[in-house]
């Protein structure tokens, strides 16, 4: 064994697939220290811990860790059951992380800001695969490492409110209010709702659940008011399969959301892109920049900013990531969740094969794995920990046998016109699905070939503003 490998695998981040990591090392005895930012195990999951998750336990509890739990006398919840966040916390990972045989591998409060390998920038290269990796903590501690799964997710980088992918005008100066997704309408956020006018923006599974949430107070709290924006030309994508999809809850979330846009509960715009926001007189103005170059606006108490999230690679810029351009996932990865080329956010089961990245022993898995895809599920990330370890341990036998079996959304369909309603104009066809092994993970699949009202320059006259303008 080389001095390398008698150092530990450090994972950077304790949600559900860094300590599902833990769970596959301790199993195949690899040393490994978990680095955790926050104060305690799913630290991330917590913030949204009011929100109920739509895969049931079955999918949500990853079978190493499970072994280990079960050893340790744990009573399993109902598989069926759809736990919150907090349960998730509270009944799983917390329990999981206080096992004697993993605590004592487990850190809090231990930011990392940087991995590198020690005594070499990314320049050179001789020797690289024999040195180990250095963690850098905030605090300026350095740990060695063997090699490093970066399961640190994405929560902390959630995306912009403007169009461009870029700040809206005025978004920074407008910060009072703007809210990170998921606020816990209902609960303990409860008075910054009530009574107001709350803006909406996204189309993803995040923005759903904060519209029921809206919907919900408004009936009991008089003078609230709830305006959905998306920018694509129909909520179609959103409102998901209904009763197809595998997972019921998932279905549901979409098709309440459509009675209350039907019954005028929550105003829904279309080819909602933002352009500006202006604070004025305690409310905010919110300005959208329409195909045509007219501006129209719409002025709210409260934004809901539920526009994804994006990786943040930055602790790992001395490293070789070899990163596909769209996607901000690895290349072999990214063509298989690129929600442009999918229209049901079908993948394939993947593993350490498609997580390497040129700097040998450095993985992102989990959610951050999926760059900017919205699909991801934790079922995903617990088959990439099995796959990723098994290959960190030598046994590339099971790290290439891949499987997964994730729940189909009954959103899958090869005709765009369905999934963008009659306003479908030229956009391209996505390909049929090819039939493969890997299932549907999620309603936001396919979300990019709707339509948007592109903002043109200088449209001449004759032009359409955008959608097959030439
Ligand atoms: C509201 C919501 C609902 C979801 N519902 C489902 C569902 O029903 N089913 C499903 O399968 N998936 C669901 N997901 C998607 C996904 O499975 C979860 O987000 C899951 O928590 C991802 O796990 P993770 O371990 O990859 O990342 P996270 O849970 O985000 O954990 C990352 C951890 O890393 C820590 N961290 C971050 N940066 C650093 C750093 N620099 N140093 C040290 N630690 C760091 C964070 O504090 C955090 O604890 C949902 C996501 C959201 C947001």
Redesign the pocket.
């Known amino acids: 064994m080389s001095a390398l490998n008698n150092l530990p695998v450090v994972v950077?981040?304790?949600?559900?697939?860094?300590?599902?990591a833990a769970a596959h090392l301790h199993e195949r005895g690899l040393s490994f220290t978990v680095?955790?930012?926050?104060d305690?195990?799913?630290?991330?999951?917590?913030q949204?811990g009011h929100?109920?998750?739509?895969?049931p336990w079955r999918?949500?509890i990853d079978p190493a860790a499970r072994r280990l739990l079960d050893e340790a006398g744990w009573v399993a919840p109902d598989l069926e059951a759809?736990p919150t966040?907090a349960e998730?916390v509270a009944d799983y990972l917390q329990p999981f992380a206080e096992l004697p045989r993993l605590k004592p591998h487990l850190r809090y409060g231990?930011?990392?800001?940087a991995v590198s390998r020690l005594g070499l920038d990314r320049l050179r290269t001789a020797g690289r695969e024999s040195t180990p990796f250095l963690v850098r903590?905030?605090d300026g501690e350095e740990i060695l490492a063997r090699a490093v799964i970066d399961?640190?997710?994405?929560?902390?980088t959630p995306n912009v409110l403007g169009a461009s992918g870029l700040p809206a005008r005025g978004e920074e100066q407008a910060a009072a209010f703007l809210e990170h997704?998921?606020p816990d309408v209902l609960g303990a956020d409860r008075a910054r709702f009530a009574g107001r006018h709350t803006l909406v923006a996204g189309a993803g599974?995040?923005a759903a659940?904060t519209l029921l949430s809206l919907a919900e107070l408004a009936a009991s709290e008089s003078g609230t008011e709830v305006t959905w924006a998306i920018r694509s030309a129909s909520p179609a994508r959103t409102y998901g399969g209904g009763d197809a999809d595998a997972?019921p809850?998932?279905g549901a979330l979409g098709s309440r959301l459509r009675e209350h846009v039907d019954a005028g509960r929550i105003r829904l715009l279309t080819g909602f892109s933002v352009h500006a926001l202006t604070p004025n007189k305690g409310r905010v103005t919110v300005v959208v920049r329409h195909a045509d170059g007219t501006d129209e606006q719409v002025v709210v108490d409260r934004i809901v900013a539920a526009t994804g999230?994006r990786p943040?690679h930055s602790?790992a810029a001395e490293l070789r990531l070899d990163l596909d351009p769209v996607m901000g996932a690895t290349r072999a990865l990214a063509p298989l969740i690129d929600p442009n080329e999918h229209s049901c956010g079908t993948v394939p089961p993947h593993g350490v094969d498609e997580l390497a990245h040129p700097e040998a022993g450095y993985y992102a898995?989990?959610?951050?794995?999926y760059g900017r895809a919205p699909t991801?599920?934790?079922?995903?990330?617990y088959e990439q920990v099995r796959s990723v370890v098994a290959a960190l341990a030598g046994d590339w036998q099971a790290a290439r046998d891949v499987q997964l079996d994730l729940p189909e959304t009954g959103v899958c369909n090869s005709n765009p016109a369905e999934s963008t309603g009659s306003d479908s104009c030229c956009s391209p066809t996505p390909a049929a699905q090819a039939p493969g092994k890997g299932l549907a993970t999620?309603i936001s699949g396919g979300l990019l070939s709707a339509p948007l009202n592109l903002i043109t320059l200088d449209a001449a006259p004759g032009q359409t503003g955008g959608c097959c303008g030439s």
Do not use: C, Q
């Not at 929100?51 to 895969?55: G, K, P």
């Not at 898995?365 to 794995?369: A, Q, T």
């Not at 991801?376 to 990330?381: H, I, Q, V």
């Open positions: 950077i981040g304790a949600g559900p697939v860094g300590l599902a680095l955790e930012a926050g305690t195990a799913g630290a991330a999951v917590k949204w929100v109920r998750v739509f895969s999918y949500n759809l966040g998730l231990a930011r990392v800001e903590l905030t399961a640190s997710g994405t929560w902390g997704a998921l599974h995040s659940n997972l809850a998932r999230f943040d602790i898995v989990g959610m951050k794995s991801f599920l934790m079922a995903t990330g999620g």
